[in-house]
Nanobody, 115 residues
Framework: VQLVESGGGLVQPGGSLRLSCAASGFTFSSYAMSWYRQSPGKERELVATITSAGGSTNYADSVKGRFTISRDNAKNTVYLQMNSLRPEDTAVYYC?????????WGQGTQVTVSS
């Protein structure tokens, strides 16, 4: 299993970024996918989850209405569209999937929101 994130960077408050996670090594269309984030000194937190077919999504209260998770099963890729970014969104963002009994993570991509 390999998860490779991309799309992070430096953005001003109020700006937008789209993160991508390219997956390989498993049947992508059969598994839910999630995005997590971790800021310095804080625990890793769940940001958003999408079901295998993309029919259902869930978000942390802190990002509802600003972030959108989506997936393209033909491309084995999951996305996180982040709008109206705030300084408190600054973190390393990780792609995640759970294939029993293992939890798999990407290497992470840094998102910095600052003027």
């Amino acid at each position: 299993v390999q998860l490779v994130e991309s799309g992070g960077g430096l953005v001003q408050p109020g700006g937008s970024l789209r993160l991508s996670c390219a997956a390989s090594g498993f049947t992508f269309s059969s598994y839910a996918m999630s995005w997590y984030r971790q800021s310095p000194g804080k625990e890793r937190e769940l940001v958003a989850t999408i079901t295998s077919a993309g029919g259902s999504t869930n978000y942390a209260d802190s990002v509802k209405g600003r972030f959108t998770i989506s997936r393209d099963n033909a491309k084995n890729t999951v996305y996180l569209q982040m709008n109206s970014l705030r300084p408190e969104d600054t973190a390393v963002y990780y792609c995640n999937t759970f294939l029993w009994p293992h939890n798999y993570w990407g290497q992470g991509t840094q998102v910095t929101v600052s003027s």
